[in-house]
Protein backbone atom coordinates (compact mmCIF):
# COMPACT_ATOMS: atom_id res chain seq x y z
CA UNK A 1 0.00 0.00 0.00
CA UNK A 2 2.83 2.59 0.99
CA UNK A 3 4.30 1.13 -2.47
CA UNK A 4 0.93 2.22 -4.35
CA UNK A 5 0.92 5.63 -2.71
CA UNK A 6 4.72 6.93 -2.68
CA UNK A 7 4.23 5.71 -6.99
CA UNK A 8 1.10 7.92 -7.29
CA UNK A 9 3.37 10.72 -5.75
CA UNK A 10 6.68 10.11 -8.42
CA UNK A 11 4.59 9.56 -11.19
CA UNK A 12 3.81 13.42 -12.83
CA UNK A 13 0.19 13.96 -14.67
CA UNK A 14 1.91 14.22 -17.86
CA UNK A 15 -1.22 14.62 -19.34
CA UNK A 16 -2.78 17.50 -17.21
CA UNK A 17 -0.05 19.34 -17.25
CA UNK A 18 -0.42 19.51 -21.19
CA UNK A 19 -4.17 20.17 -21.25
CA UNK A 20 -3.07 24.01 -21.45
CA UNK A 21 -0.74 23.82 -24.30
CA UNK A 22 -3.11 21.36 -25.92
CA UNK A 23 -6.34 23.59 -25.88
CA UNK A 24 -3.95 26.84 -27.34
CA UNK A 25 -2.91 24.80 -29.61
CA UNK A 26 -6.14 23.37 -30.70
CA UNK A 27 -7.31 27.20 -30.66
CA UNK A 28 -4.82 28.44 -32.82
CA UNK A 29 -5.25 26.08 -35.05
CA UNK A 30 -9.13 26.82 -35.17
CA UNK A 31 -8.24 30.46 -36.08
CA UNK A 32 -5.96 29.56 -38.61
CA UNK A 33 -8.00 27.30 -40.75
CA UNK A 34 -11.34 29.57 -39.97
CA UNK A 35 -11.51 30.84 -43.56
CA UNK A 36 -10.28 27.73 -45.43
CA UNK A 37 -13.18 25.54 -46.79
CA UNK A 38 -11.60 22.72 -47.63
CA UNK A 39 -9.58 22.21 -43.92
CA UNK A 40 -11.86 24.75 -41.66
CA UNK A 41 -13.31 23.04 -38.46
CA UNK A 42 -17.06 21.81 -38.70
CA UNK A 43 -18.67 22.82 -35.85
CA UNK A 44 -20.08 19.32 -34.83
CA UNK A 45 -17.55 17.32 -35.41
CA UNK A 46 -15.49 19.74 -32.76
CA UNK A 47 -18.56 19.28 -30.05
CA UNK A 48 -18.37 15.36 -30.67
CA UNK A 49 -14.49 14.93 -30.68
CA UNK A 50 -14.38 17.38 -27.50
CA UNK A 51 -17.22 15.09 -26.05
CA UNK A 52 -15.48 11.90 -26.40
CA UNK A 53 -12.26 13.55 -24.82
CA UNK A 54 -14.15 14.63 -21.86
CA UNK A 55 -15.82 11.11 -21.29
CA UNK A 56 -12.03 9.63 -21.79
CA UNK A 57 -10.72 11.69 -19.23
CA UNK A 58 -13.11 10.89 -16.74
CA UNK A 59 -12.62 7.45 -17.26
CA UNK A 60 -9.07 7.37 -17.15
CA UNK A 61 -9.29 9.24 -14.06
CA UNK A 62 -11.88 6.41 -12.42
CA UNK A 63 -9.52 3.35 -13.58
CA UNK A 64 -6.19 5.11 -12.39
CA UNK A 65 -6.01 3.45 -9.72
CA UNK A 66 -6.58 -0.36 -11.67
CA UNK A 67 -4.01 0.69 -14.33
CA UNK A 68 -1.67 1.75 -11.27
CA UNK A 69 -2.42 -1.65 -9.19
CA UNK A 70 -1.65 -3.38 -12.46
CA UNK A 71 1.55 -1.94 -13.20
CA UNK A 72 3.11 -2.32 -9.64
CA UNK A 73 1.43 -6.29 -9.57
CA UNK A 74 3.46 -7.03 -12.56
CA UNK A 75 6.77 -5.27 -11.15
CA UNK A 76 6.15 -7.39 -8.26
CA UNK A 77 5.66 -10.31 -9.65
CA UNK A 78 9.09 -10.41 -11.89
CA UNK A 79 11.95 -11.35 -9.50
CA UNK A 80 14.87 -9.36 -12.00
CA UNK A 81 15.04 -5.54 -11.83
CA UNK A 82 16.57 -3.32 -14.60
CA UNK A 83 18.82 -0.44 -12.84
CA UNK A 84 17.17 3.06 -13.11
CA UNK A 85 19.26 4.35 -15.60
CA UNK A 86 19.15 6.64 -18.68
CA UNK A 87 19.03 3.34 -21.44
CA UNK A 88 15.88 2.03 -18.74
CA UNK A 89 14.62 4.87 -20.29
CA UNK A 90 15.39 4.25 -23.65
CA UNK A 91 14.00 0.37 -23.57
CA UNK A 92 10.85 1.25 -21.07
CA UNK A 93 10.26 4.09 -24.16
CA UNK A 94 10.81 1.69 -27.10
CA UNK A 95 8.75 -0.76 -25.27
CA UNK A 96 6.16 0.97 -25.02
CA UNK A 97 5.99 2.25 -28.47
CA UNK A 98 6.24 -1.27 -29.78
CA UNK A 99 3.58 -2.33 -27.69
CA UNK A 100 1.35 0.82 -29.16
CA UNK A 101 2.23 -0.69 -32.81
CA UNK A 102 1.37 -4.35 -31.70
CA UNK A 103 -2.21 -2.96 -30.27
CA UNK A 104 -2.84 -0.59 -33.15
CA UNK A 105 -2.14 -3.25 -35.95
CA UNK A 106 -4.33 -5.68 -33.92
CA UNK A 107 -7.20 -3.07 -33.48
CA UNK A 108 -7.51 -2.87 -36.81
CA UNK A 109 -7.05 -6.13 -37.99
CA UNK A 110 -9.73 -7.83 -35.02
CA UNK A 111 -12.78 -6.54 -34.83
CA UNK A 112 -13.69 -7.29 -30.78
CA UNK A 113 -10.45 -4.82 -30.87
CA UNK A 114 -11.68 -2.68 -33.28
CA UNK A 115 -14.73 -2.03 -31.31
CA UNK A 116 -12.16 -0.21 -28.56
CA UNK A 117 -10.86 1.72 -31.95
CA UNK A 118 -13.32 2.78 -34.21
CA UNK A 119 -14.44 5.69 -32.67
CA UNK A 120 -10.70 7.44 -33.40
CA UNK A 121 -11.54 6.93 -36.70
CA UNK A 122 -15.37 7.96 -37.12
CA UNK A 123 -14.51 12.14 -38.44
CA UNK A 124 -14.20 12.87 -41.74
CA UNK A 125 -11.94 15.46 -40.73
CA UNK A 126 -8.67 15.67 -39.35
CA UNK A 127 -7.78 18.12 -37.20
CA UNK A 128 -5.95 18.33 -33.67
CA UNK A 129 -9.39 18.24 -31.73
CA UNK A 130 -9.69 14.26 -33.98
CA UNK A 131 -7.03 13.44 -31.03
CA UNK A 132 -9.53 14.05 -28.26
CA UNK A 133 -11.60 10.75 -29.80
CA UNK A 134 -10.41 8.03 -27.34
CA UNK A 135 -12.80 5.53 -26.84
CA UNK A 136 -14.23 4.91 -23.58
CA UNK A 137 -13.39 1.40 -24.07
CA UNK A 138 -9.62 1.64 -25.06
CA UNK A 139 -8.66 0.45 -21.58
CA UNK A 140 -9.29 -3.22 -22.73
CA UNK A 141 -6.09 -2.90 -24.23
CA UNK A 142 -3.78 -2.47 -21.25
CA UNK A 143 -3.09 -5.94 -21.48
CA UNK A 144 -0.62 -5.36 -24.86
CA UNK A 145 1.35 -3.63 -22.55
CA UNK A 146 2.10 -6.66 -20.14
CA UNK A 147 5.40 -7.00 -21.45
CA UNK A 148 6.53 -3.67 -20.02
CA UNK A 149 5.15 -3.77 -17.25
CA UNK A 150 6.88 -7.39 -16.60
CA UNK A 151 10.02 -6.28 -17.71
CA UNK A 152 11.40 -5.08 -14.54
CA UNK A 153 11.78 -1.85 -15.64
CA UNK A 154 10.72 0.63 -12.49
CA UNK A 155 6.81 1.76 -12.56
CA UNK A 156 7.61 5.18 -12.76
CA UNK A 157 9.60 5.11 -15.98
CA UNK A 158 7.43 2.38 -17.77
CA UNK A 159 4.25 4.87 -16.94
CA UNK A 160 5.84 8.06 -17.72
CA UNK A 161 6.61 6.45 -21.09
CA UNK A 162 3.30 5.77 -21.51
CA UNK A 163 1.93 9.05 -21.28
CA UNK A 164 5.11 10.66 -23.29
CA UNK A 165 4.39 8.22 -26.20
CA UNK A 166 0.33 9.29 -25.47
CA UNK A 167 1.33 12.75 -25.94
CA UNK A 168 3.31 12.57 -29.02
CA UNK A 169 0.17 11.83 -31.20
CA UNK A 170 -1.53 14.82 -30.41
CA UNK A 171 0.12 16.57 -33.13
CA UNK A 172 -0.07 14.03 -35.83
CA UNK A 173 -3.80 14.80 -36.10
CA UNK A 174 -3.12 18.30 -38.23
CA UNK A 175 -3.14 19.19 -42.10
CA UNK A 176 -1.34 22.47 -41.60
CA UNK A 177 2.17 20.41 -41.18
CA UNK A 178 3.22 18.89 -44.72
CA UNK A 179 6.05 17.07 -44.64
CA UNK A 180 8.99 17.53 -42.68
CA UNK A 181 13.05 17.06 -43.05
CA UNK A 182 13.56 13.19 -44.58
CA UNK A 183 15.83 12.20 -41.83
CA UNK A 184 12.93 12.75 -39.41
CA UNK A 185 9.91 11.38 -41.70
CA UNK A 186 12.30 8.20 -41.71
CA UNK A 187 12.60 7.62 -38.11
CA UNK A 188 9.61 9.20 -36.20
CA UNK A 189 5.91 9.02 -36.97
CA UNK A 190 4.90 12.84 -38.72
CA UNK A 191 1.20 14.57 -39.50
CA UNK A 192 2.03 13.21 -43.45
CA UNK A 193 2.45 9.42 -41.91
CA UNK A 194 -0.97 9.95 -39.78
CA UNK A 195 -2.97 11.30 -42.22
CA UNK A 196 -2.81 8.34 -44.34
CA UNK A 197 -3.46 6.06 -41.76
CA UNK A 198 -6.98 8.07 -41.08
CA UNK A 199 -7.54 7.93 -44.90
CA UNK A 200 -9.81 5.69 -46.09
CA UNK A 201 -8.42 5.70 -49.44
CA UNK A 202 -7.79 1.75 -50.87
CA UNK A 203 -4.18 2.66 -50.92
CA UNK A 204 -4.18 3.85 -47.40
CA UNK A 205 -6.37 1.59 -45.73
CA UNK A 206 -4.37 -0.09 -42.60
CA UNK A 207 -1.60 1.59 -42.72
CA UNK A 208 1.40 3.39 -40.68
CA UNK A 209 0.13 2.42 -36.94
CA UNK A 210 3.02 3.45 -35.41
CA UNK A 211 2.71 6.18 -32.78
CA UNK A 212 6.13 7.57 -31.90
CA UNK A 213 8.35 5.53 -34.51
CA UNK A 214 7.68 4.80 -38.02
CA UNK A 215 10.33 2.24 -38.00
CA UNK A 216 8.01 -0.02 -36.86
CA UNK A 217 6.13 0.15 -39.98
CA UNK A 218 8.87 0.14 -42.46
CA UNK A 219 10.01 -3.02 -40.37
CA UNK A 220 6.95 -5.31 -40.56
CA UNK A 221 6.05 -3.70 -44.03
CA UNK A 222 2.94 -1.45 -42.99
CA UNK A 223 4.11 1.45 -44.03
CA UNK A 224 2.90 4.00 -46.67
CA UNK A 225 4.13 7.21 -47.86
CA UNK A 226 1.51 10.09 -48.65
CA UNK A 227 0.69 10.37 -52.46
CA UNK A 228 -2.81 11.66 -52.75
CA UNK A 229 -4.86 13.80 -50.49
CA UNK A 230 -6.75 11.15 -47.71
CA UNK A 231 -10.25 11.13 -47.28
CA UNK A 232 -10.78 10.46 -43.85
CA UNK A 233 -13.63 8.72 -42.20
CA UNK A 234 -14.71 4.95 -42.08
CA UNK A 235 -15.29 3.19 -44.92
CA UNK A 236 -18.84 2.22 -43.43
CA UNK A 237 -19.44 6.25 -42.70
CA UNK A 238 -21.30 7.04 -39.03
CA UNK A 239 -24.30 9.61 -39.85
CA UNK A 240 -24.52 10.66 -36.25
CA UNK A 241 -22.30 12.77 -34.19
CA UNK A 242 -23.85 11.40 -30.40
CA UNK A 243 -20.67 10.63 -28.25
CA UNK A 244 -22.43 7.33 -27.07
CA UNK A 245 -23.33 5.80 -30.13
CA UNK A 246 -19.62 7.07 -31.47
CA UNK A 247 -18.07 5.00 -28.47
CA UNK A 248 -20.84 1.85 -28.80
CA UNK A 249 -22.14 1.56 -32.36
CA UNK A 250 -19.38 -1.65 -32.99
CA UNK A 251 -20.13 -2.99 -29.89
CA UNK A 252 -23.89 -3.12 -30.09
CA UNK A 253 -23.02 -4.59 -33.34
CA UNK A 254 -21.05 -7.21 -32.16
CA UNK A 255 -23.77 -8.64 -29.94
CA UNK A 256 -26.23 -8.28 -32.31
CA UNK A 257 -24.30 -10.42 -35.17
CA UNK A 258 -23.51 -12.76 -32.15
CA UNK A 259 -26.78 -13.58 -30.93
CA UNK A 260 -27.31 -14.28 -34.36
CA UNK A 261 -24.67 -16.88 -34.23
CA UNK A 262 -25.27 -20.26 -34.62
CA UNK A 263 -22.42 -22.20 -33.63
CA UNK A 264 -19.28 -21.15 -31.23
CA UNK A 265 -17.19 -21.25 -34.39
CA UNK A 266 -18.91 -18.38 -36.01
CA UNK A 267 -18.83 -16.44 -32.92
CA UNK A 268 -14.84 -16.82 -32.97
CA UNK A 269 -15.26 -15.37 -36.47
CA UNK A 270 -17.41 -12.45 -35.05
CA UNK A 271 -15.16 -11.37 -32.75
CA UNK A 272 -12.10 -12.53 -33.69
CA UNK A 273 -12.70 -11.86 -37.17
CA UNK A 274 -11.44 -8.86 -39.64
CA UNK A 275 -14.12 -5.33 -38.87
Same mark, same amino acid.
Given at each position: ????????????? *???????????????????? !???????????? *?????????????????????? +????????? *???? !??????????? /?????????????????????????? +????????????????????????????????????????????????? $??????????????? !??????? +???????????????? $?????????? *?????? /?????????????????????? +?????????????????????????????? /???
Amino acid at each position: MLFLLQFEQDVQP *LLLYAAPIIFIFVALEYWFL !RHDPHHHYDADD *LKASVGIGVGALVINGLLKALT +VGLILFCYE *LVPW !RIPNTWWAWVL /GYLGIDFCNYLAHYIAHKQRIWWATH +VTHHSSEHLNLSTSFRNSWTQHIKIIFFLPVWLSGIHPVITFMCYQIDL $LYQFWLHTEVITKLP !RWFEYIF +VTPSHHRVHHGKNDAY $LDKNFGTTFI *LWDRLF /GTFQEETERPIYGLTKPVTSNN +VVYLNFHEWRDIVRDVRKAKSWREVTGILF /GPP
